[in-house]
């Protein structure tokens, strides 16, 4: 029969043991994630820079200067 010391000192191994896993799961799952928000960010700059783009072509074929004051143009 195992001693008690043993007993609890496997106890506590594979506990740390599992621990440790989880850790390296969140770690994983973290990495993951501010990758996502990484792709995120960028496909958002990327659409906001076509927007302008947009906007700025329209101004450009409505002969609007994108420098003039609102109120200049009504």
Avoid at 14 to 35: A, Q, S, Y
Avoid at 55 to 70: F, G, S, V
Wanted: with cysteine; hydrophobic share 30%; aromatic share 6%.
């Amino acid at each position: 029969m195992e001693s008690l010391k043993n007993l609890a000192l496997k106890a506590v191994s594979k506990r740390v043991k599992t621990l440790e896993c989880d850790n390296k799961t969140l770690f994983e799952e973290c990495k993951k994630l501010k990758k996502e928000r990484s792709e995120t960010k960028t496909m958002f700059f990327n659409f906001a820079t076509k927007q302008d783009e947009k906007t700025k072509r329209i101004m450009e074929l409505a002969n609007i200067d994108p420098n003039q004051n609102q109120n200049e143009m009504d």
